[in-house]
């Protein structure tokens, strides 16, 4: 069937057009897209990463050793006779810097004079009276290496 000169301009013209349109969609899909994802919170991957602490033999009796996460945040790492544990540093109360003081045996907050005990318990100021604690840091300890790990927050990515 042969299509008079009419017909094919037709054709070509809603061939054109139907070309036309699926790429307009296909943009403005695009871009909708990306405005959802720019707009949505960011999904983050909640991957965790084991970083060596250090030896054994460097944690002393009743001593806090300082170790830094991926992200910069100081963890506080304490001995107690065969028993480690690692704290984090932000404060649960408003989230201010932490710190031990070696001749109290306690943690201290300088924000609001929060007080912890050694086990990161709170028994003073506002985080005491919020029954709050300092939140522990996973750590692994290979006794047969003499090898000291903990476990922190991997580098945020996109997923
Ligand atoms: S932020 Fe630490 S006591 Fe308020």
């Not at 522990?136 to 476990?151: Q, S």
Request: charged residues 25%; positive net charge.
């Amino acid at each position: 069937m042969k299509l008079s000169k009419g017909e094919m301009m037709t054709r070509r013209k809603w061939l054109a057009s139907a070309l036309m349109g699926g790429g307009l969609l296909l943009s403005y899909g695009a871009l909708a897209v990306q405005g959802l994802l720019y707009v949505l919170p960011e999904q983050v991957k909640s991957k965790t990463r084991k970083l060596f602490a250090g030896q054994l033999s460097d944690f002393h009796e009743g001593k806090v050793k300082a170790l830094f996460d991926l992200q910069g945040n100081q963890i506080l790492v304490k001995r107690q006779a065969d028993d480690l544990k690692a704290y984090s540093t932000v404060c649960p109360h408003l989230g201010c810097r932490v710190q031990w003081v070696e001749s109290d045996k306690q943690f201290f907050c300088p924000c609001h004079r929060g007080v912890f005990r050694e086990d990161g318990v709170a028994i003073g100021g506002p985080p005491a009276d919020a029954g709050q604690r300092l939140a522990e840091v996973p750590l692994e300890v290979d006794r047969a290496a003499g090898v000291v790990y903990i476990e922190v927050k991997d580098i945020k990515r996109r997923s």
